[in-house]
């Protein structure tokens, strides 16, 4: 059974940095895709970034040249390095992956920039 766990997620002022990670378990063949999603209150999920299987990464406008998404693939862990974070980048952050037509969410972890 696929499992995605994030950690990394807290409260950090305008400007900081944080890693997020996603340890995914269940796939012995990994995932064809793995995406950062994030949802601020109120509002849709929004994409962030995609990591894709041969390794590239595909950014959304609002993070690019910020954050840096990658993967650990002897550990199955991705992450999603944060840098110069707004207050616009508050949400709860989720990694969600996609294999064949089956797709999996993770609970999300929360990120708060704080003034």
């Known amino acids: 059974q696929v499992q995605l766990v994030e950690s990394g997620g807290g409260v950090v002022q305008a400007g900081g940095s944080l890693r997020l990670s996603c340890e995914a378990s269940?796939?012995?063949?990994?995932?064809?895709?793995m995406n950062w999603y994030r949802q601020a209150p109120g509002k849709q999920p929004e994409l962030v970034a995609t990591i894709v299987t041969g390794g590239d990464v595909v950014y959304e406008d609002p993070v690019r040249g910020r954050f840096t998404a990658s993967r650990d693939k002897a550990k199955n862990i991705y992450y999603l390095e944060m840098n110069r974070l707004k207050l616009d980048d508050t949400a709860v952050y989720l990694c969600?992956?996609?294999?064949?037509?089956?797709?999996?969410w993770g609970q999300g972890t929360q990120v708060t920039v704080s003034a």
């Open positions: 269940g796939s012995q063949y990994g995932f064809d895709v």
């Open positions: 969600h992956a996609q294999l064949g037509i089956q797709s999996f």
